[in-house]
């Protein structure tokens, strides 16, 4: 593997499930060069969670299986934690919008505390639905993403946001609606980005790349920060819905072993972002793996 032995192969943003492929996934990513995970909640049940306990029993699931995946494959693990914003329209049918969207809050209250008290680095996903909706959910989903802004802001973590693609139109409005919560746009990550733009066109606003080999040419000699991502589902009733867990790693070798110089540019997506955005450095030594 041409991979350098101090270079970190970072996923921004994935899913595993306890019940889907979960640790075997992990361990494909670390046996094709990957060491670092963002691991996103889920919602690891067929209907959306409709009480606080069901939240806090969704987030316990992600800890734990973070923990399990440093001990069992030694893959860093770093969780991201909110309720997921589509779970609003699901809830709203059993519990009417106004408590599905206060339960949203109460829940977007619960990550926070748990990213204070250092279980996660960072509230995700928030945002909009990516499809058209009714008005007045949209109005309702707008309020608890302000909110949701609100807290991350509080906590001083970045935020993960789940939208439609963006254009430089699209970014612009993105970047106006956060502002006026006093959020930071340096630390707002545009995760599933699928359109590569320059930094001029996309409002401060940090894009975490979908790790499409095409995208992957297109970006790599952008400056910090942007990132590298599957958006994995690990739902094995969708298989090949997202990218494989193991892509990231496999376009950092596959780079590097074409052009080393690769490595360099590498990274800023796998490190140099991370400090920016995080706060914290991605690392590691494969000579002497953990
Ligand atoms: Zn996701």
């Not at 270079?7 to 595993?16: E, T």
């Not at 440093?70 to 589509?86: C, F, K, M, N, S």
């Not at 992957?216 to 599957?230: C, G, I, K, R, Y």
Request: hydrophobic share 40%; glycine share 6%; aromatic share 6%.
């Amino acid at each position: 593997m041409p991979l350098p032995r101090d270079l970190p192969v970072v996923d921004h943003h994935c899913h595993l499930s306890p019940n889907g492929e979960g640790v075997g996934a992990a361990r494909r990513f670390r046996d094709a060069g990957g060491t670092h995970l963002f691991l996103a909640t889920q919602n690891y049940h067929p209907g959306p969670p409709v009480t606080l306990e069901d939240y806090a029993a969704q987030f316990d699931t992600t800890e734990a299986l973070a923990d399990r995946i440093r001990r069992e494959t030694g893959v860093e693990v770093y969780p991201v934690l909110a309720p997921y914003p589509i779970d609003l329209i699901g809830a709203a049918r059993s519990l009417g919008l106004a408590a599905a969207a206060e339960l949203q809050e109460a829940a977007m209250d619960l990550a926070g505390r748990r990213i204070e008290d250092g279980r996660a680095v960072a509230l995700g996903e928030i945002g909009r639905p990516h499809f058209p909706v009714d008005p007045t959910v949209q109005e309702a989903a707008d309020r608890v993403f302000v909110r949701a802004l609100e807290v991350a802001r509080d906590a001083g973590c970045p935020a993960v946001v789940h939208c439609a693609d963006l254009d430089p139109d699209g970014y612009r409005e993105l970047a106006a609606f956060t502002a006026r919560t006093g959020f930071p746009l340096g630390r707002l990550i545009k995760h599933y980005a699928r359109t590569a733009l320059p930094a001029s066109d996309r409002a401060g606003i940090v894009p975490s790349y979908l790790a499409r080999s095409e995208l992957v040419a297109e970006v790599e000699s952008d400056a910090a920060p942007w990132f590298l991502e599957t958006d994995f589902l690990d739902d094995p009733r969708r298989p090949g819905a997202v990218l494989d867990l193991a892509t990231v790693p496999r376009r950092a070798v596959r780079r590097i072993a074409a052009d080393p110089t690769a490595a360099d540019r590498l990274r800023v997506p796998f490190q140099r972002s991370v400090e920016m955005v995080y706060g914290f450095t991605p690392t590691v030594d494969r000579d002497h793996p953990p």
